[in-house]
């Protein structure tokens, strides 16, 4: 799989909370080109195509561009539109959020909080206890099961 390769480069730590300010060009050297085009380029992969967005294993998913720890699987919920979707984030520093005016919507952007790539878009129509949806693609994670 891609992520074997993914989590190989020098900046990728499950530890490490310093941020990762690098160039899009160095970027591209070490991502695969689906991350890259998330992560960098603010791409969605399809709906219903992704590795985990019907999954309910126990686990830990992880920033598939930096490894910044950003879901436990306790916050993921069933969600039929075809994202993984959870309802709250591993921590608040875990990630940024950015209003997206993009495609004539008024959306909210999350990034990673450690390497600040597009991770996916924040909705209120999630399940309590905190009413909200992170919307997420599949190839921006990395999930480590229990
Ligand atoms: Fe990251």
């Not at 994202?83 to 959306?107: C, I, L, N, Q």
């Amino acid at each position: 799989m891609s992520n074997l390769v993914i989590m190989s480069h020098k900046y990728y730590s499950r530890t490490d909370k310093t941020p990762v300010e690098i160039s899009d060009a160095e970027w591209k050297e070490i991502l695969s080109p689906e991350v890259f085009r998330i992560a960098r380029q603010k791409g969605t992969e399809w709906a219903f195509s992704g590795k985990y967005w019907r999954t309910d294993t126990k686990g830990q998913y992880y920033c598939a561009a930096c490894g910044n720890h950003l879901f436990t699987s306790d916050a993921k919920f069933a969600s039929s539109c075809g994202w993984p979707s959870f309802f709250e984030p591993s921590t608040p520093e875990a990630m940024k959020y950015v209003p997206d005016h993009t495609h004539g919507m008024e959306r909210v952007e999350v990034l990673c909080g450690r390497c600040n790539g597009h991770l996916g878009h924040i909705f209120d129509d999630g399940p309590a206890p905190t009413h909200m949806r992170y919307c997420m693609n599949s190839l921006m994670l990395d999930f480590e099961p229990e």
